[in-house]
């Protein structure tokens, strides 16, 4: 009887339920952001925002931006981690007198 095959027919339901980690969660909403940075200049000639646009696109201050909106009076940076938004921060207070004010 080696060759022998026994065969019996069993009924299997399967449910398959859809589950995601909260970070994949977080990119399939539009808030996948926890920290902002808002960069605004009040002037009528925007000189030093243009110099500043430069300095950023040049040296990769944003690159770990998640989104970045273009706003009346200046640009809008979001980011996944608070650590990134502050070194935008200090990017932008290194290169301009600049002053800030955290929220949350």
């Known amino acids: ?5 026994l065969q019996k027919w069993f009924l299997v339901e399967f449910e398959v339920i859809n589950l995601q ?3 994949c969660k977080k990119t399939y909403t539009p808030h996948i952001w ?7 200049q009040k002037v009528n000639h925007k000189r030093t925002f243009l ?3 430069q300095l950023i696109l040049a040296s990769g201050a ?3 931006a998640v989104n970045i909106k273009e706003v009346a009076e ?4 979001y980011f996944k981690n608070k650590s ?3 070194r935008l921060v200090d990017f932008v207070q290194s290169k301009l007198i600049s002053w800030f ?3 949350k």
Not at 1 to 5: A, F, G
Not at 34 to 40: F, L, M, P
């Open 1 to 5: 009887m080696p060759k022998t095959v």
């Open 62 to 64: 944003a690159e770990k």
């Open 21 to 23: 980690c909260d970070d």
């Open 51 to 53: 110099f500043l646009e």
């Open 74 to 77: 200046g640009i809008d940076f």
């Open 101 to 103: 004010i955290t929220s």
């Open 84 to 86: 990134h938004a502050n």
């Open 34 to 40: 926890s920290a902002s940075v808002q960069v605004r």
